[in-house]
């Protein structure tokens, strides 16, 4: 057996409220304790001040950022990761683990957001990225990067997805997004979807989806408990498609094997279409193409990059085998 390691993940959804973190950071783990089967994992808030955390950080033999849109152009103010000048004199060689940009930014890199990344982020490794936006922005700053996808794609193999519906089932589940919405196209959406399935189920990712779906809704569809579980227990018992705004819910119904609809508010389902072949309906295209797009047949086809993934991983091949 080989030295047994202190593994430290960067947790994105410790003292988060949206539990689609919770849905990436599910997969982070599983990868990782893949990787690293007899090794001590050790868990570190990301976004809050670390404290507490920091001596378990420099003790780490690898750590682990986790997932989600943290990196920015201007880390003071777009992004949820409160990285400071300060870090920059004790963190070191981070790793990222399918992370994204936070959106769309025609700017080049804040110079206090280059000093602290350059010092911060893992230089001799590959970092995994969840789309080639993102890579094409640390690549820009000098970083080795992988365009992995987002880990939660990773199980989603040809196989896989030769095995999810090709049509419509009888009941959906439908998501709306706290801080995208937009009642017009959000009220469009439900009527397309009460059209077109017998009965709706409705899972609030944050908590103000559920009084806004509420107000939309009203007791035209199923509230689904708020927890990953409940998620999981429907998608496991029920004939359902999903259809929905929620990204990271949309990804778990087709880990669960049922065809999904993603409808695109933003550029990661946009760019995870572009790269993955993610099954994605723009938000300004669904009074035009989602009425046809549940109604006829389609095979879902996520494209996974495996030598990319293959690349990552062996990264951190050590002497103990572990599954392929």
């Known amino acids: 057996m080989t030295k047994m390691r202190k593994i430290v993940v ?3 959804w410790v003292n988060d409220t949206n539990l689609g ?62 990285l400071g000048i300060t870090d920059a004199f004790w963190m070191r060689n981070v790793i990222l683990f399918g992370v994204g940009w936070w959106q769309y930014q025609s700017y080049a890199p804040r110079p206090s957001t280059r000093f602290v990344l350059k010092r911060i982020l893992n230089k001799e490794h590959s970092h995994s990225v969840r789309d080639a936006y993102t890579a094409a922005r640390l690549k820009a700053l000098g970083f ?93 018992k029920e004939d359902v498609d999903y259809v929905g705004t ?31 072949n993610l099954p994605t309906v723009p938000r300004e295209k669904s009074a035009t193409e989602l009425d046809s797009r549940i109604k006829s047949s389609w095979a879902t086809q996520v494209i996974l990059d495996q030598h990319a993934i293959a690349a990552w991983r062996q990264q951190f091949a050590t002497l103990v085998d572990h599954p392929a």
């Not at 570190?44 to 003790?59: F, S, T, W």
């Open 10 to 12: 960067l947790d994105t």
């Open 21 to 82: 973190n919770k849905i990436i950071m599910d997969a982070v783990y599983a990868e990782l304790r893949r990787l690293f089967p007899h090794d001590f994992f050790y868990q570190v808030p990301l976004l809050e001040h670390i404290r507490a955390g920091r001596g378990l950080v420099r003790q780490g033999d690898y750590v682990f950022l986790g997932g989600t849109n943290v990196l920015s152009a201007d880390m003071n103010k777009s992004t949820g990761w409160p």
């Open 144 to 236: 080795k990067v992988l365009n992995t996808g987002c880990p939660t794609l990773w199980p989603l193999t040809k196989a896989h997805c030769e095995a999810i519906p090709r049509t419509n089932a009888q009941a959906a589940l439908l998501t709306f997004t706290e801080y995208r919405q937009n009642p017009k196209d959000d009220r469009l959406l439900f009527e397309i979807v009460k059209r077109n399935y017998a009965s709706i189920y409705f899972w609030p990712q944050m908590h103000g989806d559920y009084d806004y779906a509420k107000r939309l809704c009203d007791s035209q569809v199923i509230f689904v408990d708020p927890s990953v579980e409940a998620l999981d227990d429907l998608l496991h």
């Open 246 to 276: 929620r990204l990271h819910a949309g990804i778990r119904a087709l880990q669960h094997r049922r065809r999904t609809i993603i409808i695109a508010v933003d550029n990661r389902a946009t760019e995870m279409n572009r790269d993955f």
